[in-house]
């Protein structure tokens, strides 16, 4: 019967002041039940353009009529033929700016939960099937994939399918790139990216780690070793700074940084191999997804007091509505339009043994008010002179961004980077070595998971079509 409420059903989760001092999943999932109901929203609309919002061009009515009917691992299938990472991606992608945006349902209400049901139906069938994927005939073609993070693993499990004989090189001790250093464990499980993972592998796909592109091996290496084409899906793992004085203090860390040791060095345990902060005050500056996944982490991790500090107003913040919602209902205290200018430490010159020399006191900001707008049509942040102030903190993690580490570059003869060290492609993601494919954020700079899958998908049609006609 359908559902014809105007609003979707809610995402049971954890407490607010529960889940503020734990590390395990906020959302617990959709039951089977609400499920259903929340698929008898769908419309099944003709024209489909949910369809056309999704990167990777799920068959979002097909997949939703299968829970309909309660096939769910019918309902799992359809949506593998599009998506590598279905676990994944109904956890952590914009649904709301990409297939629910376009949702006919949302017009004169909220959008159906597709988002919500693509994870119910992986979870689903991660906890009931048994049988192992097939292991498809090889086709007698070797491609190398550089770093496991989304785009790497989409471009493998699509190439894995067709019979390519994949291997992927990852830099870290453990596969899954910014999905097991990035993301916090509140937000998706280590296990889950697990669980993704050993499902290409039993395609056949084969994951080396420890292996740093540039240094370990160069792409010219990997031709050499009998791989006809390379897929650089490396990320954008290196940070930026804001360029003020006291960058350099300790206790100021990138968000990079900060998330690594929590969640890939476990810095959180008592007896850590990497020490991370503990208590006190945080500032985290920036406004995107990041800085929540860091300011949320850094509550987690105890501290008394965490500030998101934003030179923009709440309309302008980039982080997913979602997340916003569940920092303010954790305590996140949000200083919006203020700007840092410097930060400020304790410096004893004559006694540089002091074990506080060196160390984060506080943070200088100034506030800000919106002009006119900027090249994007944001309205650009203006200081407003006279306005500054100290925020007591004893710990600031920078959130603003980060860019495509120039290893790969440096090393690979003849390919060709834009401005921000991004990797210049075609449509088709060649980039301008023969052979050599790049997707991702180590072309477009930190986006998405999801577009960065889009990205891998489409690397891995075009290596097919090269291959094929070689």
């Not at 049988?131 to 550089?146: D, Q, T």
């Not at 191999?273 to 500032?283: D, E, S």
């Not at 494919?437 to 072309?443: I, L, N, Q, T």
């Amino acid at each position: 019967m359908a559902n014809m409420s105007l609003k979707k059903n809610p995402m049971p989760s954890q407490e607010p002041a529960v889940r503020a001092r734990n590390f395990e999943e906020v959302a617990c999932g959709y039951t089977e039940e609400i499920a259903i109901d929340e698929a008898n929203r769908c419309l099944n609309c003709k024209n489909m353009p949910c369809v056309n919002g999704c990167p990777v061009n799920i068959h979002i009515p097909a997949f939703i009529s299968k829970i309909k009917e309660g096939d769910f691992e019918a309902a799992y299938q359809i949506i593998s033929e599009s998506s590598s990472l279905p676990a994944v991606c109904g956890r952590v992608c914009p649904q709301e700016t990409q297939c629910e945006q376009k949702c006919v349902r949302g017009i004169k209400g909220e959008p159906v939960g597709i988002g919500r049901l693509e994870r119910f139906v992986a979870d689903w069938h991660n906890a009931h099937a048994t049988a192992p994927s097939e292991k498809p005939v090889s086709n007698g073609h070797k491609v190398a994939i550089v770093g496991s993070g989304p785009s790497g693993l989409t471009c493998a499990g699509d190439l894995a399918r067709k019979g390519y004989e994949v291997s992927v090189f990852e830099a870290l001790h453990t596969t899954g790139g910014v999905l097991v250093y990035g993301i916090p464990e509140f937000r998706l499980p280590k296990a889950i990216v697990a669980k993704e993972v050993e499902g290409l592998q039993a395609l056949g796909v084969k994951m080396e780690t420890n292996v740093v592109i540039g240094r370990t091996l160069t792409i010219d290496e990997l031709f050499e070793k009998g791989f006809e084409a390379v897929f650089v899906g490396s990320g954008a793992g290196l940070p930026n700074f804001m360029g003020i004085p006291g960058e350099s203090l300790k206790g100021v860390y990138s968000a990079n940084e900060f998330l690594t040791r929590s969640n890939l060095m476990k810095a959180f345990r008592d007896d850590p191999v990497t020490p991370i902060m503990k208590g006190g005050n945080v500032a985290v500056v920036g406004g995107g997804n990041v800085a929540m996944d860091a300011a949320r982490t850094a509550l987690r991790l105890g501290a008394d007091n965490v500030y998101i500090v934003y030179r923009r107003s709440m309309d302008e913040l980039p982080a997913r509505r979602e997340e916003v919602e569940h920092a303010e209902e954790e305590g996140i205290d949000f200083r919006l339009l203020c700007n840092p200018v410097e930060i400020l430490g304790y410096n004893n010159p004559e006694n540089p043994r002091d074990e506080k020399n060196g160390f984060v006191t506080g943070m200088k900001c100034i506030k800000m008010e919106l002009g006119e707008p900027d090249e994007k049509g944001r309205r650009r942040p203006v200081a407003i002179p006279g306005s500054e102030f100290v925020l007591d903190v004893d710990t600031v993690i920078i959130s603003i961004g980060t860019s495509p580490n120039p290893l790969i570059k440096d090393t690979t003869e003849g390919l060709e980077v834009n401005s921000h060290g991004g990797i210049i492609v075609n449509e088709d993601a060649l980039t301008s070595r023969t052979g050599v494919y790049a997707g991702g954020d180590a072309v477009t700079g930190a986006a998405t998971v999801i577009s960065a899958m889009g990205a891998g998908k489409n690397a891995a049609r075009a290596i097919d079509e090269y291959l094929s006609n070689k």
